[in-house]
Each structure stands twice: as structure tokens, then as C-alpha cells.
């Protein structure tokens, strides 16, 4: 079980990983930079797939485009939503809770 530390993530081994923050990022470009690629390769590597890729009903990926970059078997969780308003809405909903996190 990994426990929280400052700064860091204990690992399978019980050694403290050193985890960096999110970096700002563009979501509209859907571009992702090298480190942050990196950096949720090892998060998945650590702890796990914690929260899943959330698509609408026509499979457009509201929020964890980065996550299924990383890992095209990401698990998912599609929501019954066709209309665009909503699926910004979320979309938007989705980023700030991650950003309160």
C-alpha cells in the first residue's frame, strides 16, 4: 500500500519516490511535454491507475487525454452525455477538481 510522504510517493520497496507537480499546460493544444509524460508513466508505474479516462457517449474523451497517451488501455468510464454544453461543462468540472487536489 503507498503511502503519502512530502514531496513523494513510497514505493512497492517501501523507498520514497519523488513525484513533481503538474505543470501548466495548454488543454486545447493536446500536447503533452516530455516530463509530464514521463511524470504519469511513473505515477501509474507507483500507484496505479487511480482515476479513470472519462468520455462522453460519442467516445470523445472529457477529461484523462494525457492518462490514455500514456497508456492506451487506461481504464474508462463513459458517461450518457451527447450534447456539446454538457460535455464542456464537465470537461471544465473535471479540471477544477483536479486543480483543488
Known sequence: METAE???LRGPEGEVRQVRG???MSYSSGKIDQARF???RESERVVGQIYPVVKNADGVI?????????NLNWKEVVLHVRDKL???RLRIRARLLRMAL
Open 62 to 70: 472529457i477529461d484523462g487525454a494525457h492518462k490514455k497517451r500514456v
Open 86 to 88: 454538457k460535455t464542456l
Open 22 to 24: 503538474t505543470l501548466s
Open 38 to 40: 514521463e511524470d504519469l
Open 6 to 8: 512530502w514531496g513523494g
